[in-house]
């Protein structure tokens, strides 16, 4: 395993309501990396942060948005829920720009 | 854009035979690429990684991959397949990102599976 956790495990939601998601990054990292895989699909990358900072962001709306916090570990909240936003949501830690490691993942249905 | 592509989306092997998953590459500069594997309702684990130097790269669980560089190609492979490696196999490149970051592109996976 890699000392990557999510918490929680599965969720479900209605449409429109919002959503915070966990990570707890591994001993050691300090940067932690979202992404959203939707069924029958590869990871999309939704942002990055590096010491309490975004520090890239991919191809999502601002309702998407995130917080690294001094542990290192991370939130992802997502607003205004749409059935779209139905997916696996990974969590990455790395040390820098080196090797990403994931956790299990969360499993979002909007409803 | 970097991108990598998976062109099979399922491959069949019998165990105890070699088994490769093909990936292909379009980047500019030195490629930064990678193996992940992904088990049902589990995350990705990594597997292996092509950062520079020896074209042929060992990774966990006796699986390798051969960087080509002509062919943009970085093939997993492995010499004798077993059951327990049935998965959806995943190529990515990393590339850098506005604001200091990097960011995984993954190919669209490879659903590998080894049969009795």
């Known amino acids: 395993e890699t000392g990557v956790t999510q918490s929680p495990t599965h969720l479900i939601k209605t449409r429109g309501q919002q959503v915070t998601l966990r990570c707890s990054s591994q001993s050691g990292h300090n940067t932690v990396s979202w992404y959203q895989q939707a069924l029958g699909q590869g990871p999309q990358f939704i942002f990055q942060?590096?010491?309490?900072?975004?520090?890239g962001r991919g191809n999502f709306p601002p309702r998407f948005s995130g917080l690294q916090f001094p542990n290192y570990s991370s939130e992802l909240n997502v607003n205004a829920l749409e059935l779209d936003d139905s997916a696996l949501y990974l969590c990455?830690?790395?040390?820098?720009?080196?090797?990403?490691?994931f956790g299990a993942g969360t499993r979002l249905s909007v409803l | 854009a970097q991108s990598v592509a998976q062109p099979e989306d399922q491959v069949n092997v019998a165990e105890g035979n070699p088994l490769t998953v093909k990936c292909t590459y379009s980047v500019s500069g030195n490629p930064y690429l990678f193996w992940y594997v992904q088990y049902p309702n589990r995350g990705l684990q990594f597997l292996l990684k092509y950062i520079t130097g020896d074209n042929l790269v060992k990774g966990s669980y006796g699986f390798e991959a051969e960087f080509n560089k002509s062919q943009t190609s970085f093939h997993l492979k492995k010499p004798s397949a077993l059951v327990s490696d049935s998965a959806l196999y995943f190529c990515a490149v990393s590339q850098a990102v506005t604001g200091g970051g990097n960011k995984l592109t993954f190919g669209t996976g490879t659903q590998l599976k080894v049969e009795l």
């Open positions: 990455a830690s790395s040390s820098a720009k080196n090797i990403q490691y």
């Open positions: 942060y590096y010491r309490e900072e975004e520090n």
